[in-house]
């Protein structure tokens, strides 16, 4: 004979079954970051315009202006709040002073950081804790443009445990304006602004190729004035990220005063050359967002392949 069980099947009427789901909605989430869209007005610290006005530096926590050339932390901050999950791991192919590594750990990321000039990649690791050097922090110096780079980020990766990274940061020199050292393979000693295209080209492709596909990638540059015109680093750098693979998502204009070093005391001397040689002080520069998309790219190709024809 069977066993009676002595559970009751209890009946939830629907209007009450209802109101227990709305109070306690089911996550909702793009695949990419742990914005709850049910909740979607709580991220009012999330920028989504395209202009992006910061008074001054941050400069809390392991975060300082010592490196002429850094981003801002508050960019890295919008970054991974809108594009990366905690624990995802974000790629910095021109790693600098760490701004990338300080400000995942701080929002709960990993990171990898590449840095051309070993000294500068020893000396920012000291910001860092043995632990944190272990776990979340790994910092490699070398070409970002080179083949055998991507050899060393996987070799990283895996003892990350991942595959490929959720996000990649790009801040390359402007061409030439600051000198970062005085090695061939450095960005900012390309003889000319398509040398500097072509180096930048090969370091755009490694980021593809290292992304985890639906993933976001940050582009940030701005433009220069040379030889008596002004040279559009920040759009044939975004061409190039095109060429590498990439799908443009977003461009956004971010205002530079307050948050560029050196040109308080010569300001007078700027505004006379602007005045005698005909063009403007540069007050911005531009965040590119890309997304890599396999199958977005493979229909896009396919359909310029047909308006060829």
Known sequence: MARRSNLKVVE???QEADLRVAENPIKKCKPYNDIDLNNWKDYSNVKTDTLWLFPSRDKSDR????????????????????FTKKKDVVL??????????????????RCIGVELKPELAQH?????????LVTDVNIIAGDSASEEIKDKIQA????????????????????????????????????????FYNMF????QNAYDMLEDGRFAALIIGDEYKNGRCEFLSFFCEQRMEKAGFIPK????????????????TANLW???????GFYIFQHEYVFIFQKDEKARKKYLKMMEKQAV
């Open 12 to 14: 939830v009427p629907q």
């Open 63 to 82: 975060h300082s202006n010592e490196y002429h050339g850094n981003y801002i932390p508050q960019l890295a901050e919008q970054f991974f709040e809108r």
């Open 92 to 109: 910095d192919l021109f790693f600098g002073s760490g701004t990338s590594a300080i400000e995942a750990l701080k929002m709960g990321r």
């Open 124 to 132: 920012v690791s000291e910001k860092f804790t043995p632990k944190e």
């Open 156 to 195: 990283r990766l895996e003892i990350m445990g991942e595959e490929k990274a959720q996000f990649v940061v790009l801040h390359p020199p402007y061409d030439d304006i600051i000198k970062f050292s005085d090695r061939k393979e450095d960005l900012s000693n390309c003889s000319s602004p398509e040398e």
């Open 201 to 204: 080209e090969k370091v755009a």
């Open 250 to 265: 977003a461009v956004i204009v971010k205002d530079i005063q307050g948050n560029e070093r050196a040109k308080g005391k």
């Open 271 to 277: 505004r006379y050359r602007a005045l005698a040689g």
